[in-house]
Nanobody, 128 residues
Framework: QVQLVESGGGLVQAGGSLRLSCAASGKASGRTFGSYIMAWFRQAPGKEREVVAV????????YYAESVKGRSTISRDNAENTVYLQIDSLKPEDTAVYYC?????????????????WGRGTQVTVSS
């Protein structure tokens, strides 16, 4: 019953910044948005989907892939049922379709198997 919708993708020049948003709607088993761990995955052409960042339900715990560590920030606003991904110093290698995902937790996970709700993705293209 939970639906995730990503937004904020587009064409950005290398070195620029982008903030992606993921809005959640609906409900599952009476759970609140704050009870779900949320994550961002991405998939580049010809490659497998990989985790970018993960955030716990409370927002206290986060995880970042090595490729974006230090230039990326995942955050959430549980009152608005929204999770964000800010990426600075964008590189052409960041070009991919970015997906928002949610899972029951309680632990932070970085594998696709742990997530049962997925958005349809938003395209991010970084030009050089």
């Amino acid at each position: 019953q939970v639906q995730l919708v990503e937004s904020g993708g587009g064409l950005v020049q290398a070195g620029g910044s982008l903030r992606l948003s993921c809005a959640a709607s609906g409900k599952a088993s009476g759970r609140t948005f704050g009870s779900y761990i949320m994550a961002w995955f991405r998939q580049a052409p010809g490659k497998e989907r990989e985790v970018v960042a993960v955030i716990s339900g409370s927002g206290f715990t986060t995880y970042y892939a090595e490729s974006v560590k230090g230039r990326s920030t995942i955050s959430r606003d549980n009152a608005e049922n929204t999770v964000y991904l800010q990426i600075d110093s964008l590189k052409p290698e960041d070009t991919a379709v970015y997906y928002c995902a949610g899972g029951p937790g309680p632990g932070v996970a970085s594998t696709r198997r742990e997530y049962n709700y997925w958005g349809r993705g938003t395209q991010v293209t970084v030009s050089s």
